[in-house]
């Protein structure tokens, strides 16, 4: 084998499980067929979920180096926008940044990690052989004849949503088609929004203007018109000032375009994430209209649910079935997001009936409670995983793990996340029971920390906990309440679930 894992497609989910998967200390290549990166970002946001991702891997700061916090987020260009500053999170906004630099600093992170990356290479066939896979490239330029065969235990389609992989391994992407469009463009404007974001919605169409960066302005227009227009016509900078003039009554003085792009409704799934030796992630499983800037984050959440399961099967000390559960835990979230971003796509419409929907839908997110609902939908704090009957039951079982000061047993203080830096599963003992604890501090698993510590601030639900299990991607695998009979059986018993090998003799 020439690694252990093969990546097709260095966009953002495919870099991302790259240094996931390096971290855990897996051979993997990344082959992207684009010789240098995009200039343009898709992409403008990263949402609370995944910025507490990057936080769990010590990241965080790199990212808001070089965005800008916002605490609301849009849901079908709505008036009362969803109030991310409620949300129970250590990054309770959304942080505004160019796809184009989280790019760049997950690329960097993964070559720091030492990922290798083939850039320039297009792969033209997957195959998938008794031990593991072949993937065929050819060299994007040079002589055609330039073409490299590597071998892996396992393949992952990153491609995006014209997926190579997903095609090769016959995995069926149904949905439905193209049936509106929007225009976007990145351009200067002489006259700007006041504070920087401007949105407005008529029956006349919609405009959403947001900054991109100091000298450049991304307008989103939808109206009764573009939305009949075919994806594969090219936008003019004439029909942006057009349509601006018709919403706004100003064309805000757009020039310089950088960037003018169509883009549609089309929405579709994968059928399975995995076939066998094959896998699938971000784009390349899920199309949907851009609504609420989400498809990049869940294809970024994804990665980090199949990045530890992949290693552990690698590594073997998971079953083979572990993967599955990777389809199994990510497909209905982004049935979900499928589901929402539809919603939204039914409110950009222009009708009478439409606009009142429009109306009613404003007055519900006025209710606190269904606003954060649906920020905690669309920020992807809601996720929760079903953890089993096999584990000990806890209502904490399968939620995510959130940050939370600790103060250490060496006496140091210190945030629950620091402790996922590396990647392992984290044993996280908080009772202070000191029987429990001799025996705990002996778990032999290299893939396991354990730690000691009290909490100097308990999140909501967490007053009872003894002992807490938190999955390499920070989720709460089991916990354990201190009103439990048998903890000591059980936590081994938990142990030996997740972590694999015989229940730990405790
Ligand atoms: C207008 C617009 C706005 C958006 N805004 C947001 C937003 O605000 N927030 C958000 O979260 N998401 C947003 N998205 C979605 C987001 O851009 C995508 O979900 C994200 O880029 C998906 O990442 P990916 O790595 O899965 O795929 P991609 O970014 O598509 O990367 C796939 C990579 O695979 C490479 N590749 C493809 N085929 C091959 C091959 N055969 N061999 C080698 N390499 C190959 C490609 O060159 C590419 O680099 C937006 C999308 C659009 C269209």
């Not at 354990?450 to 390499?472: F, K, N, Q």
Request: with cysteine.
């Amino acid at each position: 084998m020439d690694y252990e894992v093969i990546i097709v497609g260095g966009g953002p989910v495919g870099m991302w499980l790259a240094a996931e998967l390096a971290l855990a200390k897996v051979s993997v290549c990344v082959i992207e067929r684009l010789e240098e990166p995009v200039s343009q970002s898709r992409a403008l946001t990263l949402h609370p979920r995944t910025l507490e991702m990057f936080d769990i891997r010590g990241l965080k700061e790199r990212f808001m180096e070089h965005g800008r916090p916002i605490s609301t987020g849009h849901f079908a260009m709505l008036d009362t926008r969803l109030d991310f500053s409620m949300l129970d999170s250590s990054s309770n906004y959304t942080l505004f940044i160019p796809q184009v630099m989280t790019e760049q600093v997950i690329e960097e992170h993964a070559k720091a990690m030492g990922v290798v990356i083939r850039r320039g290479e297009e792969v033209v066939s997957v195959r998938e052989q008794d031990q593991g896979v072949e993937v065929v490239s050819v060299h994007v330029s040079g002589p055609q004849a330039n073409v490299s065969a590597m071998t892996a235990a396992y393949v992952v389609g990153a491609d995006g949503a014209g997926s190579i992989v997903r095609k090769q391994a016959g995995i069926a992407f149904p949905g439905t088609d193209t049936t509106l469009t929007a225009v976007l463009g990145d351009v200067e404007l002489t006259v700007p929004p006041e504070n920087g974001v401007r949105s407005e919605y008529t029956e006349r169409g919609g405009a959403m203007i947001v900054p991109v960066s100091p000298d450049v302005y991304r307008i989103v227009l939808t109206t009764p018109h573009l939305m009949r227009v075919s994806k594969d016509v090219p936008v003019t900078l004439e029909e942006i000032q057009t349509e601006l003039r018709n919403v706004l009554g100003t064309d805000l003085g757009v020039s310089n375009p950088r960037w003018l792009s169509r883009f549609g409704n089309a929405t579709r799934q994968a059928e399975t994430y995995r076939k066998g030796r094959t896998l699938l992630a971000g784009d390349a499983a899920h199309i949907h209209f851009p609504a609420g800037g989400q498809g990049m984050n869940v294809g970024l959440q994804e990665a980090a649910n199949l990045g530890w399961k992949l290693a552990g099967v690698i590594r073997g000390w998971a079953p083979d079935t572990l993967l599955d559960s990777y389809h199994d835990e990510r497909y209905p979230v982004n049935t979900q997001l499928l589901r929402n971003t539809e919603i939204q796509t039914h409110l950009l419409g222009f009708t009478s009936a439409v606009l009142a929907h429009r109306q009613l839908q404003e007055e519900w997110f006025r209710h606190p409670e269904i606003n954060s609902s649906m920020a905690e939908q669309v920020s992807a704090l809601d996720v929760c995983y079903p953890a089993g009957e096999e584990v000990p039951q806890h209502p904490l079982n399968g939620q995510r793990f959130a940050d939370f000061p600790l103060l250490m047993n060496d006496g140091t203080k210190s945030y629950a996340y620091d402790l996922l830096h590396e990647g392992c599963f984290v044993l996280l003992h908080l009772a202070q029971d000191a029987k429990v604890a001799g025996e705990l501090c002996n778990t032999p698993l290299a893939h396991l920390s354990y730690v000691e510590a009290v909490a100097e601030e308990l999140p909501v639900g967490w007053s009872d906990v003894h002992t807490v299990l938190i999955r390499p991607d920070g989720y709460i695998a089991w916990a354990i309440s201190v009103e439990a009979t048998n903890v000591l059986s059980a936590i081994g018993k938990g142990i030996a679930r997740w972590c694999g090998g015989e229940p730990v003799l405790l």
